[in-house]
């Protein structure tokens, strides 16, 4: 910036401008005297800048102005610092006109426009810095508060399914010891129908409560993992088996079909990997309506076994896709919670997919869904995709050994090993 002519023209407004400021600005006498105050050295800090060219000279009371901003300021955005800028420069600018003699205010205006240009850019970026700052650190407040609550509810569910365990196996305990009662007795046959009745409830209790201690485990990263060596294909097959009674009862077709990788041996904890398919098989059973069909199909990638679950069922909405994943996810009426668990459209708490999705993350793996949308007239249906990793190795090297590959040397294709040596059968 070029030099301005000393003794800088801008002493002889000065107090003119600053009058004018303080009008504009400060109300209160208190206000007024630390603002005149902070006014005067922003006309002296002026000045040197004029004098040595060098606008940074504005720098400290520039950072004083916008660091001065309160959290009301900053949360809606008011450019306090940018407007007093602004208007100093508007009531030089005019004072000058007024009181000097037309060159002379030209000249100045001219000379101390740069300086305000360069004061006012730089209050403008250190503003939305500071604003950018704020609500970085609120996303970030905002953000533990959550993860508390997140941590709470699942302190709350461990604790509550805990609570109710106790009183739970004392339930199933003395039900038990009533039927051998009842049986010894001969009593007669409705008394047998309302302890069915009994033990079905508490049956479903029991499940609920393993669910939401499920549920806690992966929450706390405490899921762990009884890793063995398992084909795909057997754990569908064994599904079947256990479910072909609903799927008839239903009236659905349930076909498991035979896709390269189903038979592949790789190593995960078979338990968990039943709970994670079962749970959505049985959603695909119970959000199909009667007479519709259920396809689980699969491929093998590399370094993975993918299996599609897909159903003519209800479907999902793409905004609803992610969301059923979360614990306590469910959709729909709330009044459905109750009904039979595999019955059509029978809900349940929600919390089975986030177990599965903890299930197969445990391994290394991913689910989603895929699904044109929810019409339950139409039917569109979902697929839901599975990928497992093919893991190379067991934990435990006994496992190893006891499942030892086929000689090396034995050149075959991956198809062929799999159907020869893999087969959970042979
Ligand atoms: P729920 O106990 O309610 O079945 P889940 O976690 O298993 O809980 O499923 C969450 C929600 O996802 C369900 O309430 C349902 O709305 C939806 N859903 C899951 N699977 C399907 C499916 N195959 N077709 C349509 N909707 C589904």
């Known amino acids: 910036m070029s030099r301005a002519s000393l003794p800088s023209p801008v002493h002889k407004i000065r107090k003119k401008v600053i009058r004018r400021v303080l009008g504009e600005f400060a109300r209160g006498v208190d206000v007024r005297a630390s603002f005149e105050g902070q006014l005067n050295r922003f006309f002296v800090l002026l000045d040197q800048a004029l004098s040595s060219g060098d606008p940074a000279w504005l720098d400290s009371i520039i950072y004083d102005w916008v660091n001065s901003a309160t959290q009301t300021d900053l949360e809606e955005g008011h450019k306090n610092a940018s407007l007093l800028i602004t208007a100093l420069f508007t009531a030089t600018s005019e004072t000058a006109r007024d009181t000097l003699a037309k060159g002379e205010a030209l000249d100045l205006i001219l000379t101390v426009q740069p300086y305000f240009t360069y004061a006012l850019d730089k209050a403008a970026r250190l503003e939305l810095e500071n604003r950018l700052t704020y609500f970085t650190n609120e996303i970030a407040n905002v953000r533990q508060q959550l993860e508390r609550l997140d941590r709470s509810k699942s302190n709350f569910i461990s604790v509550a399914a805990h609570e109710l365990k106790t009183p739970l196996t004392l339930i199933e305990g003395y039900t038990a010891m009533l039927g051998d009662v009842i049986s010894a007795a001969g009593t007669d046959a409705h008394v047998h129908t309302l302890l069915r009745g009994i033990r079905i409830g508490s049956e479903r209790l029991q499940q609920i409560v393993d669910d939401m201690i499920d549920i806690s485990l992966i929450d706390n990263n405490m899921l762990s993992l009884n890793l063995q060596p398992l084909w795909i294909g057997y754990i569908l097959e064994l599904l079947r088996k256990n479910l072909l009674e609903t799927v008839e009862s239903r009236h659905l077709t349930l076909e498991i079909r035979e896709f390269l990788g189903s038979k592949t041996r790789l190593y995960g904890d078979p338990e968990r990997l039943y709970q994670a398919f079962y749970n959505v098989l ?133 198809v062929q090993k799999e159907t020869q040596t893999d087969s959970p059968s042979s």
């Open 282 to 414: 049985t959603n695909a059973i119970k959000y199909t309506p009667d007479g519709g069909s259920i396809v689980i199909d699969g491929r093998s990638l590399p370094g993975f076994v993918e299996v599609t679950i897909t159903d003519t069922g209800i479907g999902i909405s793409p905004e609803d896709q992610e969301l059923i994943f979360e614990k306590f996810g469910r959709l729909g009426r709330a009044d459905l919670h109750s009904s039979s668990k595999l019955k059509f459209k029978g809900g349940g708490p929600g919390l089975g997919l986030s177990i599965t999705r903890g299930i197969i993350e445990a391994h290394g793996g991913t689910i989603w869904v895929e699904s044109e949308g929810y019409d339950e007239v139409r039917c569109p249906g979902s697929t839901f995709h599975i990928l497992l990793p093919l893991r190379n190795e067991a934990v435990d090297s006994r496992l190893v050994k006891l499942f030892q590959e086929p000689d090396p040397t034995n050149q075959e294709t991956d």
